[in-house]
């Protein structure tokens, strides 16, 4: 990635600009592929006893082994997707992947489950790489890891959400200081602890749910734009410029993100955190890149998503609307649907029925 000292005066004289090379070159975001890729299904259903189990590193009696769900690769920048149900039955989940018309796949996912304390944990994340796949790539490895690790986990899970995320950023920056690499990433996750949701957010990928046949957005983007966002980047020194969008500097079209230390003084990677409790309202959750969002409302997406039983098919169907509604980046998205039991046992018991 080719951040120049250009980048630099952008920042600190405010009202520079650097056109084209730097606006969109540095960032990757309008690449687009003419090649046609072939699109190649892999529909297998995995279930608990197809799954890979990972064991952490941290020997803990109290921590079940961690399981990564949803595994595999993009085939020849075909269509991926799998899907996983749990062994109670109360959720299933699915992920659909889709590299579309862009050069290289810079969307990566984790989906992992575990036990602690005897509650089910169970974690989603959608990540959106851009100027490169690495930091996308580290948050894979690392982000869920490190946040199983923090020892108020369980406690305080908001707080180990925020500071995990920051810690993976400074470690990821860390690990890229002596490369010339200077490329970020977007992070959306859901975290499941109990029956308590909790959804994190950095930069412009989205988590939204079904609640009661409703899209309700869990998380909100972080343009630059956005009244708080800006505000707080020009109280940092930076400055938001117009540059065929919204962009920090006049290089990054989002406010938020991991990586991008050129960029890092303004461009945090604190998330925004919501916390709802699952009631039998809830029906689905949707994660998805921008490359869906961008040309998918939440009404849309969550009015597709419940036209399929099955969340891999949920998945792929949105992953598909999005590419044929010209959707030109990568478009990646999980769907979690929530089994309920809403069957009245005083209708089904044989001893609380009276003859005539």
Not at 218 to 230: C, G, I, M, Q
Not at 335 to 350: C, I, L, Q, W, Y
């Given at each position: 990635m080719l951040y120049s000292s250009c980048i630099r005066g952008v920042i600190v004289q405010a009202g520079i600009f650097c056109k084209t090379r730097l606006q969109l070159g540095n960032i990757g975001r309008s690449l687009n592929a003419s090649r046609v890729v072939n699109c190649k299904w892999n529909r297998q259903i995995f279930t608990m006893s197809n799954v890979s189990m990972m064991v952490d590193s941290v020997s803990t009696a109290k921590r079940g082994p961690s399981a990564d769900l949803l595994t595999g690769e993009d085939d020849d920048g075909g269509f991926v997707c799998r899907g996983w149900k749990s062994e109670d039955g109360e959720l299933s989940c699915g992920y659909s992947s889709f590299r579309g018309k862009r050069v290289t796949m810079e969307d990566f996912f984790d989906v992992k489950n575990t036990t602690i304390d005897g509650q089910r944990v169970c974690m989603f994340g959608i990540f959106d790489g851009h100027g490169g796949s690495r930091a996308a790539e580290y948050l894979k490895e690392h982000l869920f890891e490190n946040l199983l690790k923090h020892p108020q986990f369980i406690m305080d899970t908001k707080l180990a959400l925020s500071e995990s995320y920051q810690q993976t950023d400074v470690d990821f920056l860390d690990s890229e200081k002596d490369t010339y690499r200077d490329d970020g990433s977007t992070a959306s996750t859901a975290v499941l602890v109990g029956d308590h949701l909790y959804v994190a957010n950095v930069g412009d990928s989205r988590t939204?749910?079904?609640?009661?046949?409703?899209?309700?957005?869990?998380?909100?983007?972080?343009?630059?734009?956005?009244?708080?966002?800006?505000?707080?980047?020009?109280?940092?020194?930076?400055?938001?410029?117009?540059?065929?969008?919204?962009?920090?500097?006049?290089?990054l079209a989002m406010s938020r993100a991991f990586g991008n230390r050129m960029l890092k003084q303004f461009v945090v990677a604190e998330p925004e955190i919501q916390e709802q409790k699952i009631d039998e309202e809830f029906e689905l959750l949707v994660l998805a890149s921008d490359g869906l969002w961008d040309v998918v409302p939440n009404e849309d997406a969550v009015s597709i998503a419940r036209t399929e039983e099955e969340p891999e098919a949920a998945a792929r169907k949105l992953t598909e609307a999005a590419f044929t509604r010209g959707s030109a980046d990568n478009i990646t998205?999980?769907?979690?649907?929530?089994?309920?039991?809403?069957?009245?046992?005083?209708?089904?018991?044989?001893?609380?029925f009276q003859e005539d």
């Open positions: 939204v749910i079904s609640k009661g046949g409703k899209a309700i957005p869990l998380s909100e983007d972080h343009k630059p734009n956005r009244s708080d966002e800006r505000k707080r980047i020009e109280s940092a020194g930076g400055v938001v410029m117009w540059a065929g969008t919204w962009r920090v500097g006049g290089v998205c999980i769907v979690v649907r929530f089994h309920h039991d809403k069957t009245d046992p005083s209708k089904t018991d044989p001893s609380n």
